[in-house]
């Protein structure tokens, strides 16, 4: 179900408002316009929203936070250049801490990166960049359309997969112009 956000003011997609989180675990999902993700410009594009699952844990002002994260991924085939979709999947994990420390127990926990404290008064909190960090970890370095992708004919550019080109032939022309010249002489 897609509901329209009014233009103009609108809430990014990104941020999790803390007291709409109910005490114990809840689940929501959201999708979050990529464009919010600042990705940059890379062999492969996300197109559509990024659809995440969130399981939250809440015990008073603590936050386990899992997302898991599923998109549509455009590129190209390394080998023959042709369009490819294929789906993305990532995932996060983090605990959000929203009250105050002793000078201790903040050390021992900002040591840990996957934790995040907040300020005793806070409402929301951005996970952009963590949304971000997940995607960007799980692009693909290439992608085939297929496996046996056949490539591109280095001489003509001609694409294999959809049949043999002129160069093939005339390569097996010349073969049968040299058994030619065999029986001849
Ligand atoms: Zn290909
Ligand atoms: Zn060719």
Redesign the pocket.
Known sequence: MTRRRPAGIKTPSTILLLDQIEEGISRRQVEVDIAELDLGEGDFRLVGPLQVGYRFNRSAQTFQVLGQLRGRLTGE??????P?EQELEASLQLLLQRQQFSGEEREAVTADEDVELLDPGAKQVDLKERLREAVLLELPVRV???ED???LCPQCGH?L?SGPCACAADQADSRWAALRDLKLS
Not at 77 to 82: P, S, T, V, Y
Request: proline letters at 0%; hydrophobic letters at 15%; one cysteine or more.
């Open positions: 085939c390394c080998r023959c250049l042709e490819v085939y359309c297929r992708c056949k490539g694409n997969n």
